[in-house]
């Protein structure tokens, strides 16, 4: 047998035309820097948003890889079919009589060169493609990659490697088909369907069809053994495939060369082969609870709900303490894995507010969530503290007390009446379920909808206040976290005082643009000293609003408190309409009348002043967000009137609604357990993004990024930077390096 490798060896290395053949390999090369060239181009074209969701260029290899393929498919195919064309094959076969052997003699030789060859022309293809983007190859896209992707990324420098040895197989696949047709012209009308005309016959199939057929195309293979994407195929049974199809077409080769019983044995061989290197590698792949398991999904019973989302319920005790208890029934939604990549797991929207509905969020913000649904299926639920759930009152939860800034021990005392008995008229309607809304239980509801549906982790994604009970789960259940990003999270670690500085920074920003806006209704006047008199001038006699009682009248903590939202979320630039309105608002109030401001408080409040809603109460009373005792309401408010000159009182709004609330905190801030967590990422606006922030850096080795511009709920808003950053890092664990910011 070594003499007859060496023998073919010799005839490889001896034809002049296989040198030739090769160097037009380099027409790959010239392909992925061509196509790199034409990618750059209009990238440089593009608005900043149309950048983000520009399709990336990968490891590069892939624009020129059917071109490589044809190259050494040809290369195989004439291996043999130069033989029956010069007639020299009769000649072999009667050196050789055994042709099975005579076949398989000639793949050593050839796999080498191509092996070689192929190594070297993968590695120039990736860095020719590279060379061309230049450093708009580092550039995040939406869907979590970047433009280019250097051999440092996840998986690059396997798939190049992988790229070279799939040429390798191509031309032992050349080899076997060349053997099968015994002709050059006919080996080339082969290697073209299976090179080109399947895999583009298979880009023309709808989805997931067109993910599924593409995933099992040569030319996609690569990626997928590198575990780096290109389909939906497991690494093991993507090389498996890889290496059936070299199986298959050596086979079909082998049956046509031999002879009368010859034929029957090759054929069997080879089947059985085949059979064993594609089916072998799936079994192994084969994982229990891979996908959405337990859970019976269905139709959505809302049908204002997005079109592709799906349903379950799950039975939860209201008392976790009493898990054998009285149950109560939660709502899932899912948006399904598309299955354009291979499957990665399930990311779960973790809703703020509190009292949000995480599936009508889910269902509003779908777009979003569009690139991650390549490769996670995303679920979210109405959590138990939603406040339309039907078990207490709707209306008596979206009311609540006027909140007012005490002065006295015993105003404080009066304002623990009044908070008490706004509680006390929502929570007579089930004491037990109203006492256990806490952000702890709804961690521990998230738990049981992981095991429903029968993931081992879970990724996150944890808005605006639904940091708090992402943080209860974090301290829960440590092991069950494959991800976590906390987006304008709440930190119940920050100081409450220094956490509200971010708006001072804004109140400074609006001034501003007052100062160099001619639609400003202040232009021309020193905003700061006009606000902070009317402040002043308010807490001694309250501003009326034309046309409400005398008890709507607001106080200078009421103008605080109303004024904030505005001042944080101005709205789009340049216009920032809500500046506008605050603008006009104040100028109206200093000349006493408040109706600026009881106007858009009562469009979303129903209400002339802002209203400390019960619902929201009954979970950040729970969780420990109210003061000590009157003495650490006075150390606050001191603090609190010495760094936040404008905006003092914002601090105090939320912790005051607490006073005299009828259940014990159950759910207080603890330290995260760190070391048993991985690292984290936090994203938010100049607003909001010191909470998230304040977060991640206590898990070692998290990181943060900040849009440098307004916002709240980045990612569920469609912030095309934010959402680039975070399914870079929920797809491959990969995170921004310090500094990153969106602009």
């Known amino acids: 047998m070594i003499d007859v490798i060496a023998s073919e060896w010799m005839k490889l290395r001896s034809l002049r035309s296989n040198l030739y053949l090769l160097a037009?390999?380099?027409?790959?090369?010239?392909?992925?820097?061509?196509?790199?060239?034409?990618?750059?181009?209009?990238?440089?074209?593009?608005?900043?948003?149309?950048?983000?969701?520009?399709?990336?260029?990968?490891?590069?290899?892939?624009?020129?890889?059917?071109?490589?393929y044809f190259v050494f498919g040809v290369l195989g195919a004439l291996a043999i079919t130069s033989e029956y064309r010069t007639g020299m094959i009769r000649t072999s076969l009667a050196a050789v009589p055994r042709r099975s052997m005579f076949l398989l003699a000639k793949a050593p030789g050839l796999a080498a060169v191509a092996l070689v060859a192929g190594q070297v022309l993968?590695?120039?293809?990736?860095?020719?493609?590279?060379?061309?983007?230049?450093?708009?190859?580092?550039?995040?896209?939406?869907?979590?990659?970047?433009?280019?992707?250097?051999?440092?990324?996840?998986?690059?420098?396997?798939?190049?490697?992988?790229?070279?040895?799939?040429?390798?197989?191509?031309?032992?696949?050349?080899?076997?088909?060349?053997?099968?047709?015994?002709?050059?012209?006919?080996?080339?009308?082969?290697?073209?369907?299976?090179?080109?005309?399947?895999?583009?016959?298979?880009?023309?199939?709808?989805?997931?069809?067109?993910?599924?057929?593409?995933?099992?195309m040569i030319e996609s293979l690569p990626l997928q053994i590198a575990g780096a994407g290109g389909g939906v195929l497991p690494p093991v049974v993507a090389a498996g495939l890889l290496v059936a199809y070299v199986v298959a077409a050596l086979t079909a080769g082998a049956t046509v060369i031999s002879p009368g019983r010859g034929r029957v044995r090759a054929l069997a061989i080879g089947a059985a082969t085949t059979v064993l290197v594609s089916a072998a590698p799936a079994a192994v792949a084969a994982s229990p609870g891979a996908g959405p398991s337990a859970a019976a999904w269905a139709d959505c019973a809302d049908e204002n709900l997005h079109k592709e989302m799906r349903c379950t319920s799950i039975k939860v005790p209201v008392d976790w303490a009493e898990p054998a208890g009285r149950q109560i029934e939660l709502t899932v939604g899912l948006l399904p894995a598309t299955g354009a990549q291979r499957r990665?797991?399930?990311?779960?929207?973790?809703?703020?507010?509190?009292?949000?509905?995480?599936?009508?969020?889910?269902?509003?913000?779908?777009?979003?969530?569009?690139?991650?649904?390549?490769?996670?299926?995303?679920?979210?639920?109405?959590?138990?503290?939603?406040?339309?759930?039907g078990v207490l009152p709707y209306d008596c939860l979206i009311t609540g007390p006027w909140i007012t800034r005490p002065d006295t021990r015993e105003e404080y005392a009066e304002l623990g009446r009044r908070n008490r008995a706004?509680?006390?008229?929502?929570?007579?309607?089930?004491?037990?379920?109203?006492?256990?809304?806490?952000?702890?239980?709804?961690?521990?509801?998230?738990?049981?909808?992981?095991?429903?549906?029968?993931?081992?982790?879970?990724?996150?994604?944890?808005?605006?206040?639904?940091?708090?009970?992402?943080?209860?789960?974090?301290?829960?259940?440590?092991?069950?976290?494959?991800?976590?990003?906390?987006?304008?999270?709440?930190?119940?670690?920050?100081?409450?005082?220094?956490?509200?500085?971010?708006h001072e920074e804004s109140f400074t920003r609006f001034a501003a643009w007052c100062a160099a806006s001619t639609t400003c209704a202040l232009h021309g006047q020193d905003v700061g000293?006009?606000?902070?008199?009317?402040?002043?001038?308010?807490?001694?006699?309250?501003?009326?609003?034309?046309?409400?009682?005398?008890?709507?009248?607001?106080?200078?903590?009421?103008?605080?408190?109303?004024?904030?939202?505005?001042?944080?979320s101005p709205g789009p630039e340049p216009e920032f309409p809500r500046w506008v309105e605050l603008a006009d608002a104040i100028k109206r109030a200093a000349g006493g009348d408040a109706s600026g401001f009881a106007d858009y408080v009562r469009r979303s409040t129903e209400s002339p002043k802002v209203p400390a809603f019960t619902g929201m109460n009954m979970t950040h009373c729970l969780d420990g967000l109210g003061f000590r005792d009157y003495e650490e309401y006075q150390e606050m408010r001191r603090e609190g009137e010495r760094l936040l000159p404008n905006l003092a009182g914002n601090e105090l709004w939320r912790p005051l609604a607490c006073v005299?609330?009828?259940?014990?905190?159950?759910?207080?801030?603890?330290?995260?357990?760190?070391?048993?967590?991985?690292?984290?990422?936090g994203v938010g606006s100049l607003t909001d993004f010191d909470g998230s922030a304040d977060i991640v850096r206590r898990v070692p080795g998290s990181a943060a990024v900040q849009r440098q511009g307004y916002g709240h709920g980045l990612y569920k808003s469609g912030d095309s930077c934010v959402i680039a950053h975070v399914n870079r890092y929920l797809i491959s664990l990969r995170l921004p390096a310090p500094g990153t910011v969106c602009g």
């Open 24 to 68: 037009c390999s380099v027409a790959a090369v010239l392909a992925c820097a061509g196509i790199a060239f034409m990618i750059g181009r209009g990238f440089d074209n593009q608005t900043m948003d149309e950048r983000m969701a520009f399709p990336g260029n990968g490891d590069g290899v892939g624009n020129g890889i059917a071109v490589a």
């Open 122 to 216: 993968a590695f120039a293809m990736h860095a020719a493609a590279m060379a061309v983007l230049g450093d708009r190859a580092g550039q995040v896209l939406r869907d979590g990659v970047t433009l280019g992707t250097p051999l440092s990324e996840p998986g690059v420098l396997a798939s190049v490697i992988v790229a070279g040895l799939s040429m390798a197989a191509v031309a032992l696949i050349g080899l076997g088909v060349g053997a099968a047709v015994r002709s050059t012209p006919g080996a080339l009308v082969v290697m073209t369907v299976i090179i080109v005309v399947l895999p583009t016959a298979a880009r023309t199939l709808p989805m997931p069809l067109r993910a599924q057929a593409g995933s099992f």
């Open 422 to 502: 706004a509680a006390e008229r929502c929570r007579a309607a089930d004491p037990e379920f109203f006492d256990h809304l806490d952000s702890a239980s709804v961690a521990r509801d998230m738990e049981a909808i992981r095991v429903a549906l029968g993931e081992e982790k879970l990724s996150f994604i944890a808005t605006s206040y639904g940091g708090v009970p992402g943080i209860a789960y974090s301290r829960l259940f440590p092991g069950r976290v494959r991800a976590m990003v906390f987006d304008g999270s709440v930190s119940p670690y920050l100081d409450r005082v220094r956490g509200r500085l971010p």
């Open 529 to 568: 000293e006009v606000w902070r008199a009317l402040v002043a001038r308010a807490d001694r006699v309250p501003v009326p609003v034309k046309g409400e009682p005398p008890r709507a009248a607001y106080s200078g903590f009421d103008l605080q408190v109303a004024a904030a939202p505005s001042i944080v």
């Open 660 to 681: 005299g609330w009828p259940a014990p905190a159950t759910n207080r801030s603890a330290p995260l357990p760190a070391g048993e967590l991985p690292p984290y990422l």
């Open 344 to 389: 990665t797991g399930t990311v779960f929207a973790i809703p703020g507010g509190p009292g949000g509905s995480g599936v009508a969020d889910l269902s509003r913000s779908a777009g979003s969530f569009a690139e991650l649904r390549d490769r996670f299926d995303v679920v979210s639920v109405e959590p138990r503290n939603t406040v339309d759930k």
